[in-house]
C-alpha cells in the first residue's frame, strides 16, 4: 500500500514550470503576472452526487478540472494555476493513474500547473480550486451587459442532461445518439479558447448549466418533452451565455469561424425586465419546469 | 428548506473588501499587491477521518481555516484570501449558523476575505484554499536551512494528540487537562503572527503536525509513555519549526516576548546529516515510534 507521500510524489509530482514553488512545500509560490487580475474559483465533485459509484477515473479527473476552466473562461481569464484536494477510500493505484492522466491531459492543453494539494482517506470527493489571470478592468463580469445587447450561447446544451436520463432509465437513447451524449457529460469541453478570445468584445458573461439552443442529439431525441427539459433545464453543459453590442456581430462570426464553436444569438437585454424572458420561436414565453439544479432542492 | 443560493446568501456572502469582486460570480477577482508573490494551500477535513460525527460546527470553522492559515504562516506569507468547498448532508441552519461563525471569526482576526466557494449535497466534507502574499525572495521555504543553523519551535506540541487519547479511551484526562488538551485540538491558533515576523530572520520554515518540546499538559499526563509519543509525533499541533543562524537568537527572544509566544531552541543543522536525529536532554538519540499521521497507513 502506498503511503501519503508515496502516492503525492507519484501521480501528483509532474513539473510545475509557471510556479516559483509546485508540490511539496506547505504551500506553492507563485508570481502573478503584473497588470494582471487573478480569477479564482473552486468546485467540488463527490461520489453519488455528481457522479456515480464505479464512474472512470480517467474521466472524472477531466471533468473535475473541466468545471473550474469553465468558470475562468466565463470571467474572459486564461487559466494558470490548480490546487487539488482529494479523499479517497483507499490508495488504489489504477485510480489514481487513471484520475490523474485525465486531470493532466487536461491541464497542458491549457498551460495549467497543479501546484498543491491535499489527500486525505474518505468517502470519494475531488475539490479543484483553479486560478486565473487576466488583465486589470476586462474580466468578463455576468453585471456588465447593457440594454440592447445582443445575447448570445456557445454550442447548444440538452445532451448531458439526456445522457442522465438515458441512465436513470428514463429514456432509451440509441448507439451514436447516447455516443454523443455521453461524451458531453463525462468529459465536457471547457470554452476556455473563447473566453479568451471574447475579452473586449463581450461585456457580460456567464457560465451556464441551463441551456437554450438544443443540441442535434436533443433534437433527435425520441421523447419530446424530455429533450426540451434537457435543453432549458438539465444541467451539467458548461457553455457560455454572454452579452455584446449588436455593433459586435461581425467579431463574433469571425471567432466562431476561427473556433469552430457555433455561438447563436439567443436574445435580447430589454430594458425594465428584471429577470430573463425565453420565448420560443414564435415569440411566446416559455415555461420552464425546472430551472436548474439546486443541490438543496 | 434552504435552497442552495439562499444557503449562500445567508451564511457565506459577507462583505469582502479586499477582493475586486467576492462570491456571486464565475470566480472572484481578487488584484494581487505588487512585489508580492502568492503563497497558496488547500486541506479538507472530512467527517469520519479528521472528525467526529456531532463535532461542534463553530469549532469545524475554526478550524477548517486554521489549518491553512498556519500553512500560510510557515511560507512566512500574510493571508489574504480563502474560498471554501462544503458538502453537506442537509442545508441544516443552525449547523450553518455555528460553521460560519466559526469560519468568519477566525478570517476577520487575520483579514482574510472569504471570496468564493462551492456547497453541494453530500458527506460533511470541507475544503478550504487559502491564498496568502509574501515579498518576493521573503518566503520561508523547508528547503532554505544552512550548516549552523539554530532549530526553533513555536509553542509547544502534544496535547491535541493527548485529547484524541482521551476521547479514544487510551488515557483518562482530569478537567483542566483536558480542558486545554480538547481547545488545542479544537481550536488551533495558527501562528500567523509569528510566520510574518520571521520574514527576513528565519532561513527556512515548516509547519509541523509532530513536534517536539512537550506541552505543560502532556507533562502533566498520568501515562508517560503515552505523553511523550503524542508530543513526538502525535500531529495536530500546527506549530512551526524554523531555522535561523544563532546570529538572530537576539531577535528571536525579542518576538517571542512580543507575541508571548514561547519559542525554543530544539536543535542544530548538522552537515552531513540527511534527516533530523532527535535527541532527549543527555544527547542520546531518540527513536520515535510514530512519525506523523499517514493518511494512507
Redesign the interface.
Known amino acids: 500500500?502506498?503511503?501519503?507521500?508515496e502516492?503525492i510524489g507519484r501521480y501528483f509530482s509532474r513539473p510545475s514550470p509557471s510556479a516559483?514553488?509546485g508540490v511539496?512545500?506547505?504551500?506553492?509560490?507563485?508570481?502573478?503576472t503584473?497588470g494582471m487580475?487573478?480569477?479564482?474559483?473552486?468546485?467540488?465533485l463527490?461520489e453519488?452526487?455528481?457522479f456515480l459509484a464505479g464512474a472512470d477515473p480517467r474521466k472524472l479527473g477531466h471533468k473535475a478540472l473541466a468545471v473550474n476552466l469553465?468558470?475562468?473562461a466565463?470571467?474572459g481569464?486564461d487559466p494558470r494555476?490548480a490546487?487539488?484536494?482529494?479523499?479517497l477510500p483507499?490508495?488504489d493505484e489504477s485510480w489514481l493513474e487513471g484520475f490523474s492522466n485525465g486531470l493532466y491531459a487536461l491541464a497542458y492543453r491549457y498551460g495549467v500547473d497543479l501546484?498543491?494539494?491535499?489527500?486525505?482517506?474518505?468517502?470519494l470527493?475531488i475539490?479543484i480550486?483553479l486560478?486565473?489571470e487576466?488583465p486589470?478592468d476586462l474580466?468578463l463580469?455576468?453585471?456588465g451587459a447593457r440594454d440592447g445587447d445582443d445575447i448570445w450561447l456557445s454550442g447548444a446544451t440538452g445532451e448531458a442532461a439526456l445522457a442522465v436520463a438515458h441512465h436513470a432509465g428514463r429514456v432509451a437513447l440509441g448507439g451514436a445518439l447516447l455516443e454523443s451524449c455521453t461524451a458531453r457529460l463525462d468529459l465536457p469541453e471547457p470554452r476556455v479558447d473563447l473566453g479568451g478570445r471574447l475579452r473586449g468584445i463581450a461585456r457580460s458573461?456567464?457560465?451556464v448549466s441551463d441551456g437554450l439552443p438544443r443540441a442535434a442529439a436533443v433534437a433527435a431525441c425520441p421523447d419530446p418533452a424530455l429533450a426540451e427539459q434537457c435543453m432549458y433545464g438539465g444541467g451539467d453543459d458548461y457553455e457560455l451565455v454572454f452579452t455584446a453590442s449588436p455593433h459586435r456581430r461581425d467579431d463574433i462570426a469571425g471567432i466562431s469561424a476561427e473556433l469552430g464553436i457555433a455561438l447563436t444569438r439567443i436574445g435580447v437585454i430589454v430594458p425594465g425586465e428584471a429577470r430573463a424572458v425565453l420565448r420560443d420561436r414564435q415569440g411566446n414565453p416559455v415555461s420552464v419546469a425546472r430551472a436548474g439544479f439546486?443541490?438543496?432542492?
Not at 83 to 87: F, R
Not at 117 to 122: I, K, L, N, Q, S
Request: aromatic residues 4%; hydrophobic residues 50%.
Open positions: 500500500m502506498l503511503t501519503e507521500f502516492l516559483v514553488l511539496g512545500d506547505d504551500c506553492a509560490l507563485l508570481r502573478p503584473p487580475m487573478l480569477a479564482v474559483t473552486t468546485d467540488m463527490l453519488g452526487t455528481h469553465s468558470d475562468v466565463a470571467m481569464a494555476w490546487l487539488l484536494s482529494l479523499a483507499a490508495a501546484v498543491g494539494g491535499d489527500t486525505t482517506r474518505g468517502p470527493a475539490s480550486t486560478i486565473g487576466v486589470v474580466a463580469r455576468r453585471d458573461a456567464i457560465d439546486d443541490h438543496f432542492r
